[in-house]
């Protein structure tokens, strides 16, 4: 069984920056990650994904060129640097992974679910 364990979340003012991690139990465990969040009264969206070995990213709109996705070296972890934070993007921050080795629809179905991480932004 696939466990994902996230870190890294908290309060920062607008314009701060954040990083999240997230590691993936085993340690040999690599496939298609992504990050979502979701915020008080509203659907659960999709905020960044990348491929098993790093070589294709996906970013909402609201997120691009703010938010930056990327594979550790053990490929079996995940982070989300976000910078230029804005109140918007309060929400808890869910990590999630497939369980084959997939890139189609990045913002479709995911297997593995993390138990998410706080991410508040004051104004």
């Known amino acids: 069984q696939v466990q994902l364990v996230e870190s890294g979340g908290g309060l920062v003012q607008a314009g701060g920056s954040l990083r999240l991690s997230c590691a993936a139990s085993?340690?040999?465990?690599?496939?298609?990650m992504a990050w979502f969040r979701q915020a008080p009264g509203k659907e659960r969206e999709f905020v960044a994904a990348?491929?098993?070995?790093?070589?294709?990213?996906d970013y909402a709109n609201s997120v691009k060129g703010r938010f930056t996705i990327s594979k550790g070296n053990t490929k079996n972890s995940v982070y989300l640097q976000m910078n230029s934070l804005k109140p918007e993007d309060t929400a808890v921050y869910y990590c999630?992974?497939?369980?084959?080795?997939?890139?189609?629809?990045?913002?479709?179905?995911?297997?593995?679910w993390g138990q998410g991480t706080q991410v508040t932004v004051s104004s």
């Open positions: 999630a992974a497939r369980g084959k080795m997939v890139w189609t629809d990045p913002r479709g179905e995911y297997d593995y």
């Open positions: 085993p340690r040999t465990f690599s496939s298609t």
């Open positions: 990348i491929a098993w070995n790093g070589g294709s990213t």
